[in-house]
């Protein structure tokens, strides 16, 4: 029999059914393609509104937890699912994972990776999607506001009190919701994450001296002020392909589909049925998993 002390580490060394779930099909993934995989999972299509959805520094604890030990020779492939955040984060993320794999890293989008995820989505030296995976604008976010919304409001603001200066109250009211500053730090970010995507592509997917022109059209077919008013728009893999994206298509490899798509699911069932609201993994069950508090 063991005592309360020895019960006690079993009980908190036990994986969940989710957690073994997941552990078994993110270790097939890496069986297959025999590389390093890490998921970055968030909860925000089924817990929108809680803390720490989006990407930001914080992550790089589970990212730094993730790579330790792994054998980096084999390269990456990053799972993303995520709403976007942070790009100075999402920056620091690249700049990390870029040094310990050499650069050879794949980013899988088995659905969605939106703002700052298709920023980092194009960091790799190809993107993996399916029919159903969607990228988005490079309209980075402040707690879920995408910038160019904070921008065009200041701007809407100026131009109305130019004209109707009687509105002052009305626009003081209105704007005080945004910290000190805050339209500089936004159009910072919206200038920030168009240079990132550009330098990323030219030093990985595509030859800055080369591709050049490509880049810039992929930059701007991304960005969400040249091509849409509506910051959650979704691009397809055809879409991307047609903005000049390396996308490799997951259907072309029915066990490599099949094999992204059960980690997929395990995830997506762990975040909607645990109080867990993102989680960061590699192939080995090493994990940092942030919950609701």
Not at 50 to 77: E, Q, R, W
Not at 124 to 142: A, T, Y
Not at 157 to 177: C, G, R, S, T, V
Not at 215 to 236: A, G, M, P, Q
Request: negative net charge; hydrophobic residues 40%; aromatic residues 8%.
């Amino acid at each position: 029999m063991g005592n309360w002390s020895n019960i006690l580490q079993e009980i908190n060394s036990t994986k969940s059914q989710f957690d073994s779930v997941r552990a078994k099909y993110i270790k097939e993934l890496s069986n297959y393609t025999n590389r390093n995989v890490i998921a970055y999972y968030s909860a925000w299509l089924s817990k929108n509104g809680v803390p720490n959805l989006d990407i930001s520094d914080a992550d790089m604890t589970g990212f730094m937890t993730a790579v330790h030990n792994l054998d980096c020779s084999k390269g990456l492939d990053l799972i993303l699912h995520t709403p976007g955040g942070d790009p100075a984060a999402s920056e620091a993320i690249v700049n990390y994972l870029r040094l310990k794999f050499n650069n050879d890293i794949r980013v899988i989008v088995p659905q969605l990776a939106m703002s700052a995820g298709t920023m980092i989505a194009c960091s790799g030296k190809e993107i993996i999607m399916g029919k159903q995976s969607s990228l988005g604008p490079i309209d980075p976010q402040f707690s879920g506001i995408p910038a160019y919304n904070i921008k065009s409001e200041f701007e809407e603001a100026k131009d109305d009190l130019i004209h109707h200066p009687e509105n002052a109250n009305y626009w003081a009211i209105k704007l005080q919701q945004y910290p000190a500053a805050f339209m500089k730090t936004a159009i910072d970010a919206i200038n920030l994450s168009s240079e990132l995507v550009e330098n990323w592509l030219g030093s990985c997917m595509f030859n800055k001296t080369t591709d050049s022109t490509i880049i810039h059209t992929i930059v701007d077919s991304l960005n969400e002020h040249n091509s849409s008013k509506v910051h959650n728009r979704h691009f397809s893999a055809d879409v991307c392909k047609s903005f000049g994206l390396k996308i490799t298509m997951m259907e072309e490899d029915n066990k490599l589909q099949d094999a992204i798509l059960s980690v997929h699911h395990a995830y997506m069932l762990t975040l909607s049925s645990t109080p867990s609201v993102k989680i960061i993994e590699n192939q080995e069950g090493v994990a940092l998993i942030s919950s609701m508090a």
